[in-house]
């Protein structure tokens, strides 16, 4: 299974003009020019 989570829109201006930033699952917005990462935590599981 991957821990790979794809944004639909971006966290800081709700754009969804989304690209591929690093191999290891970075995320550029186009619109705001801000670069994030999105970090999978796990599911089904309450710590
Ligand atoms: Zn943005």
Redesign the pocket.
Known sequence: MSTRAVPFH??????E??EPYEKDGGWY??????AFKLTFLGIGVKI
């Open positions: 971006c966290p800081y201006c709700g754009d003009d989304l917005c186009r619109s705001c020019a801000r």
